[in-house]
């Protein structure tokens, strides 16, 4: 199985900087991507936006809000991936998701994490 543990977040005032870092765990064969989402209180879980994302080959994406601010990368413990978040503002006040798409030698898992709360004040 594949489990997935998140830590970071927290409150910050506007402009301030956080970090998230998301471990997989099991017996992983591969990483095909690792990526944060994020969630409002009035959106659904399927209304997630994605963050930031970085396949295995260390290929990353982000999304349109992010402008340059959020930096996503492997750290040097295996299958762990953090979120660098500067700049932030009180629009980035969400619950943070880490999604991890990894082979096994059973197959494919695509799993969530519980969620880590990010809140930005003013």
């Known amino acids: 199985q594949v489990q997935v543990k998140e830590s970071g977040g927290g409150l910050v005032q506007a402009g301030g900087s956080l970090r998230l870092s998301c471990e997989a765990s099991?017996?992983?064969?591969?990483?095909?991507?690792i990526a944060w989402y994020r969630q409002t209180p009035g959106q659904s879980r399927v209304e997630r936006e994605m963050?930031?994302?970085?396949?295995?080959?260390?290929?990353?994406k982000y999304g349109d809000f992010v402008n340059g601010r959020f930096t996503i990368s492997r750290t040097g413990a295996k299958n762990t991936v953090s979120l660098q978040m500067s700049n932030l503002n009180p629009d980035d006040t969400a619950g943070y998701y880490c999604?991890?798409?990894?082979?096994?030698?059973?197959?494919?898992?695509?799993?969530w994490g519980q969620g880590t709360q990010v809140t930005v004040s003013s």
């Open positions: 999604n991890v798409d990894v082979r096994t030698e059973t197959g494919r898992f695509n799993r």
């Open positions: 099991g017996t992983i064969v591969a990483i095909n991507e």
């Open positions: 963050v930031a994302a970085i396949t295995g080959s260390g290929s990353t």
